[in-house]
């Protein structure tokens, strides 16, 4: 009852003891509430500690319990004393934080104030996000190609996402088919949609992305590369472009905890059936497999499975007779 006030079952138990007999000394304590020895004389510890216990008038060397009617406010009002002096430092720590903030904005390269900035290196497009995730309002958009991320990401990411989450902030999730079989990422993802997170997959995905609340993105400089650096933008049109090409391939693509059974026609699913899509194409095995986030390993695999189902002797047949058979539809 009274853990609040900091007196933990063992201590409110010794001293409710010592109200009930306040002449019993540390032996009888022990056998009243069977407790070790040890026990009890931490208790009485906790308890002179708070006040709650004070020195006899009338036998030398004992401690009496106060009433719970002046010790218990007394440690009240010190919790409360406490509480003013804790505010009294936030306030301090506030008003430090708003100096600090100010005096680094001066500090600031005046590409801020354009439309687009460069971000070199992972612990600049680190703290850029940190401030993006933090003055987001209302949604923010990912777009997380590659199949399995890797496990440093998903650690960077999870503060950030755990506290959008958190505060409401609305989360839509692209990742590719092929995440699936990584259990870190599969994961990861699951645990964003437990906490109300909209995560689909898709066979092919657009390159990486994040757009915060439709007014500022962030892409990498190089797709093939994100360890290069990412390019935040702001120019309306742009971005407006780049939510428009979100929106289209979220609606293509399929909620986590989706039916995945293959296609009854065809029997195939829906990786499969970009897979034919882009070796008819001509694109190669590693191409392929990184328009997929699977190895080029993977892509063989899986087109050798496929060109037996077809009878083909070749990529090009294989092609052919997909697309005879309405396949690649």
Same mark, same amino acid.
């Given at each position: 009852?009274?853990?609040? #006030?900091? &007196?933990?079952?063992?201590?409110? $138990?010794?001293?409710? =003891?010592?109200? +009930? @007999?306040?002449?019993?000394?540390? %032996?009888?304590?022990?056998?009243?509430?069977?407790?070790?020895?040890?026990?009890?004389?931490?208790?009485?510890?906790?308890?002179?500690?708070?006040?709650?216990?004070?020195?006899?008038?009338?036998?030398?060397?004992?401690?009496?319990?106060?009433?719970?009617?002046?010790?218990?406010?007394?440690?009240?009002?010190?919790?409360?004393?406490?509480?003013?002096?804790?505010?009294?430092? #936030?306030? &301090?720590?506030?008003?430090?934080? $708003?100096?600090?903030? =100010?005096?680094? +904005? @001066?500090?600031?390269?005046?590409? %801020?104030?354009?439309?687009?900035?460069?971000?070199?290196?992972?612990?600049?497009?680190?703290?850029?996000?940190?401030?993006?995730?933090?003055?987001?309002?209302?949604?923010?958009?990912?777009?997380?190609?590659?199949?399995?991320?890797?496990?440093?990401?998903?650690?960077?990411?999870?503060?950030?996402?755990?506290?959008?989450?958190?505060?409401?902030?609305?989360?839509?999730?692209?990742?590719?088919?092929?995440?699936?079989?990584?259990?870190?990422?599969? =994961?990861?993802?699951?645990?964003?949609?437990?906490?109300?997170?909209?995560?689909?997959?898709?066979?092919?995905?657009?390159?990486?992305?994040?757009?915060?609340?439709?007014?500022?993105?962030?892409?990498?400089?190089?797709?093939?590369?994100?360890?290069?650096?990412?390019?935040?933008?702001?120019?309306?049109?742009?971005?407006?472009?780049?939510?428009?090409?979100?929106?289209?391939?979220?609606?293509?693509?399929?909620?986590?905890?989706?039916?995945?059974?293959?296609?009854?026609?065809?029997?195939?699913?829906?990786?499969?059936?970009?897979?034919?899509?882009?070796?008819?194409?001509?694109?190669?095995?590693?191409?392929?497999?990184?328009?997929?986030?699977?190895?080029?390993?993977?892509?063989?695999?899986?087109?050798?499975?496929?060109?037996?189902?077809?009878?083909?002797?070749?990529?090009?047949?294989?092609?052919?007779?997909?697309?005879?058979?309405?396949?690649?539809?």
């Amino acid at each position: 009852m009274l853990d609040v #006030l900091g &007196l933990d079952r063992g201590v409110e $138990a010794v001293y409710r =003891a010592m109200l +009930a @007999d306040p002449e019993g000394g540390v %032996r009888d304590l022990c056998l009243r509430l069977g407790l070790p020895e040890g026990d009890v004389r931490n208790a009485l510890d906790k308890l002179a500690d708070l006040k709650l216990l004070r020195a006899s008038r009338d036998v030398r060397g004992e401690m009496r319990p106060v009433s719970p009617e002046l010790g218990l406010e007394l440690i009240l009002r010190r919790q409360e004393e406490e509480l003013l002096r804790r505010r009294q430092r #936030l306030e &301090l720590g506030k008003a430090a934080a $708003a100096r600090a903030i =100010a005096e680094y +904005a @001066d500090l600031r390269p005046a590409a %801020r104030a354009a439309t687009s900035e460069r971000l070199i290196g992972l612990d600049a497009i680190q703290a850029r996000l940190e401030v993006l995730a933090r003055e987001t309002s209302d949604e923010c958009l990912s777009v997380m190609p590659g199949g399995a991320q890797s496990q440093a990401g998903l650690d960077a990411s999870k503060p950030l996402d755990e506290s959008a989450l958190s505060r409401g902030i609305t989360m839509l999730t692209l990742y590719q088919d092929s995440m699936r079989h990584d259990p870190a990422t599969l =994961a990861y993802a699951r645990w964003m949609a437990d906490r109300g997170g909209l995560v689909r997959t898709c066979p092919t995905l657009p390159p990486r992305m994040l757009v915060f609340d439709r007014r500022v993105a962030v892409v990498p400089i190089d797709p093939a590369d994100t360890k290069r650096g990412a390019v935040v933008v702001s120019e309306a049109g742009v971005v407006a472009s780049l939510v428009a090409l979100f929106e289209q391939t979220w609606q293509s693509a399929v909620p986590l905890d989706a039916d995945r059974s293959k296609d009854a026609r065809t029997g195939l699913g829906a990786s499969e059936r970009e897979l034919l899509r882009l070796l008819a194409s001509g694109l190669t095995d590693e191409v392929a497999g990184r328009r997929l986030g699977i190895s080029a390993r993977s892509v063989r695999r899986q087109m050798a499975v496929l060109m037996e189902r077809l009878d083909a002797s070749s990529r090009f047949e294989a092609g052919l007779k997909a697309a005879q058979r309405g396949w690649l539809r």
